[in-house]
């Protein structure tokens, strides 16, 4: 009698095996953990890549009474799929819910790998960014495309490098840039099951799990997990530990947004990129340069200036003591959109 129930657990786990195994995707081999898991608080985890594997953008996880909340997946299926195991590490626990902050790449491109019945929650925008192509829009398009030439450039420097420690590190770099390149062509997008417009709320025991979007700023799109009783805030690219992209953004509503952020009653944030941090101070030199970005460039546009001659002209630097700044300039795509957004196109 045990002997059969033996055999039949056996060949249950076999088949969960042979499933699991079916659905890995391309590209997740690495040596070492792909991520750290920063425990801000009790069940509150910030993930953010080692350089094992390509994750690009940070995640976050919330272990609760029964089950595990992530928010946002990565750059691939891969990478969500690493982050998957390496959280069995920490807990056994089921994950039920995705919440994509927003629907760029770095955030939202492991959804695919989740089971039809976990929920992935984003914002109506979300969704339909996802389902319209969102991979045909330049962000993805000069990260995916570029992928080739590094990998080109890489293999040359290993040819050339003498020195056997950077000769490693070069191989590793590769392997990682293929792994990401062969995951990627198994991408398919994959939108939220579930959206919001302005809020939901998600109860987990005596945990209050808020989705809360704060008005258009980093996307139309984005929203921002708020955990009241831990004064917990996962922000995506809405703020960032530095600065954030603008290829998609709305430059000159972004700060009065980011005064929608500053009513909630948090100390710690955990970003889409960069470590986590607890000091506020941070959201005012970042509205503060959002708001001078937005003048310069227009500026230089009524000036009859090019885009790409203002984004090597933009001077920003007085925001250098706060931000990552070393001269002059402002990333190209940012000022084509604030260009197209004074020419009244979004
Ligand atoms: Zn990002």
Redesign the pocket.
């Known amino acids: 009698m045990k002997r059969v129930a033996l055999a039949i657990t056996i060949g249950v786990l076999a088949l969960v095996a042979a499933a699991a195994q079916s659905r890995r995707p391309a590209g997740t081999t690495h040596t070492g953990d792909a991520f750290r898991f920063n425990k801000v608080k009790e069940g509150i985890y910030h993930a953010v890549g080692t350089g094992a594997l390509a994750v690009?953008?940070n995640s976050s996880f919330i272990v609760n009474d029964n089950d595990v909340i992530v928010v946002d997946d990565h750059v691939s299926p891969a990478a969500a799929w690493v982050l998957l195991e390496e959280i069995k590490k920490i807990t056994p626990k089921p994950v039920t819910t995705v919440i994509n902050t927003h629907f760029?790449f770095?955030?939202a491109h492991g959804n695919q790998i989740f089971d039809p019945a976990v929920q992935i929650i984003g914002h109506e925008f979300t969704r339909r960014m996802l389902l319209n192509n969102s991979i045909g829009m330049p962000l993805y398009q000069n990260y995916v495309t570029g992928l080739p030439t590094q990998i080109e450039a890489l293999k040359k420097q290993i040819a050339s490098a003498t020195d056997p420690a950077a000769r490693t590190k070069l191989q590793t770099q590769l392997q990682v840039t293929e792994n990401n390149l062969a995951s990627q062509k198994e991408l398919k997008l994959t939108p939220p099951n579930v959206t919001l417009t302005t809020q939901m709320t998600l109860y987990r025991g005596k945990r209050e799990i808020q989705i809360r979007y704060l008005g258009r700023g980093h996307t139309a799109g984005d929203v921002v997990v708020y955990l009241p009783n831990e004064k917990v805030v996962m922000t995506?690219?809405f703020l960032?530990a530095a600065l954030?992209?603008m290829s998609d953004s709305f430059p000159n509503e972004w700060a009065d947004s980011l005064d929608a952020l500053k009513k909630l009653d948090f100390d710690t944030v955990l970003p889409?990129?960069g470590e986590a941090f607890t000091d506020k101070a941070k959201i005012d030199y970042f509205q503060a340069y959002l708001r001078d970005v937005w003048s310069e460039v227009s500026k230089l546009k009524q000036q009859g200036v090019s885009a790409e001659e203002a984004s090597k002209r933009a001077d920003l630097t007085r925001h250098k003591d706060h931000l990552p700044i070393q001269g002059p300039g402002v990333p190209l795509i940012g000022v084509q959109r604030i260009y197209s957004l004074l020419d009244g196109k979004s």
């Open positions: 690009v953008g760029h770095d955030h995506g690219d960032t954030s992209n889409g990129h």
